[in-house]
């Protein structure tokens, strides 16, 4: 038998349902699939970042917050979601990985609306009251609740460090000590 007669039957062997070689395909096509969102995002970041440098809008640090925040976890669950597409799986097996990525993009567009919600009222707020000497802390205290209610929904991600970071910072320089 020769060296790619053995690589050719190997390839062939069947694993519950799948050839060794579909196996291969699909774990290729996944971690191509991570590489590539990853390379993309941060492409696309330094992209934005440069475009939105030329301009002095409030959305900008809220665009990129948002672009950061689809990470490794939503990666994972999108690439295995479609490079087990061609995958003969059981149908549990199929669902739990269907249910999985649908719960990710829920929850990415749940924090994409609870980013855009925070924008909003921060905006609202210093049009409303433009000479509220206690903007900062009022518009803080109006993302505190936004941030509990993502808590209570499970989309909190590392707001409560930066709240936290901040409520220090803004404690250490208003004086009251």
Do not use: C
Request: charged share 20%.
């Amino acid at each position: 038998m020769t060296g790619f007669q053995f690589i050719k039957d190997f390839l062939s062997v069947q694993i519950l349902s799948n050839t060794v070689q579909d196996y291969l395909v699909s774990i290729f096509t996944m971690v191509g699939l991570v590489l590539g969102f990853s390379v993309t995002k941060q492409i696309f970041i330094a992209r934005i970042k440069g475009w939105l440098g030329k301009t002095h809008s409030s959305i900008d640090g809220i665009l990129i917050g948002v672009l950061k925040s689809f990470g490794a976890p939503a990666f994972l669950v999108t690439a295995l979601y479609i490079s087990t597409l061609s995958l003969e799986l059981q149908e549990t097996l199929r669902s739990i990985i269907r249910y999985a990525f649908v719960i990710v993009v829920t929850i990415s567009g749940l924090r994409l609306l609870q980013d855009t919600a925070a924008y909003a009222i921060e905006k609202a707020y210093r049009r409303a009251r433009p000479d509220d000497l206690a903007a900062d802390m009022a518009i803080r205290n109006l993302r505190t609740v936004v941030g509990w209610a993502g808590e209570t929904t499970g989309l909190a991600r590392d707001r409560q460090e930066s709240s936290v970071a901040d409520r220090r910072r803004h404690f250490a320089n208003s004086g009251l000590r």
